[in-house]
């Protein structure tokens, strides 16, 4: 697998990567798939794709701190990144690993990640809802997923060092949420892991056996998409 670490300054370019990636990938059809991981320094929310930012955002909060609010191609909930929030792409094959929809792609990703940090912590680690990872209960990692004909994108993100007061600051409570959480609040539902962040990118590299350096990454296609889509406010507001 093809590995990558790259961050983009800003919030858009991050997000119009991974499709760019994806769309690479789905176009070129090589023998094997890419591990993304990027880390942001500054806040900015991420609204699933279907998501409706004026009930899921506090967008007078946001405007006023400055706090971007922009929108992802995949589903999956809204979210706040920032600071201590590591960040991870995947790019499969879905013909070599056999991952026939959304489902199995999802416990194909998530039993491992979750036995991962399971080895790491010694802590006792849930898939729970449609794509969370928790301990305890509460929700760590939550992951997301667009397909392609032959490849699947699956994203998400690790708490670790996060400022967990901030979610409360400019998100409101979920229109959906997983049963599992039971109506709790931010404050109670969302929790870091205790993982050095450079320890957690090198066991995610072992993992998914990622060690050859992407040499091609597409800056033109990226910088199409944010023109076209994840830098256009008609995109972001448009649910």
């Known amino acids: 697998m093809k590995y990558l670490d790259v961050t983009f300054a800003q919030p858009a370019r991050n997000l119009a990567c991974d499709e760019a990636l994806l769309n690479w990938f789905e176009a070129q059809r090589p023998d094997d798939g890419l591990l993304r991981l990027w880390q942001p320094e500054n806040y900015f929310v991420v609204l699933g794709h279907s998501n409706h ?7 007078s909060m946001c405007a006023a701190d400055g706090v971007p ?14 600071q201590g929030c590591l960040n991870y792409s995947l790019i499969l094959d879905c013909e070599i690993s056999e991952l026939q929809n959304i489902e199995s792609t999802f416990r194909y990703v998530l ?4 036995r991962l940090i399971a080895a ?6 849930a898939v729970e809802g449609i794509s969370d990872l928790t301990v305890s209960g509460r929700k ?11 490849y699947a994108l699956v994203h998400g993100t690790f708490l670790l060092n996060f400022d967990l007061v ?17 109506n709790r609040p931010h404050s109670d539902f969302v929790t870091n892991l205790p993982i050095d962040v450079d320890r957690l990118c090198e066991a995610l590299r072992d993992e998914w056996q ?26 972001s507001n448009k649910f």
């Open 53 to 59: 930012w004026a009930a899921e955002v506090a967008a």
């Open 69 to 82: 609010i922009l929108r992802r191609v995949s589903g999956g909930g809204t979210v706040l990144q920032g």
């Open 111 to 114: 039993n491992r990640h979750g």
């Open 120 to 125: 790491l912590t010694g802590l006792k680690i």
């Open 140 to 150: 760590f990692s939550g992951n997301a997923q667009y397909r392609k004909a032959r």
């Open 166 to 182: 901030q979610i409360e600051r400019y998100l409101r409570m979920p229109m959906k949420q997983p049963d599992y959480r039971q």
């Open 210 to 235: 990622a060690r050859a350096l992407l040499e091609v990454v597409p800056l033109d296609k990226i910088e199409g998409l944010v023109d076209e889509r994840y830098g256009r406010p008609e995109w």
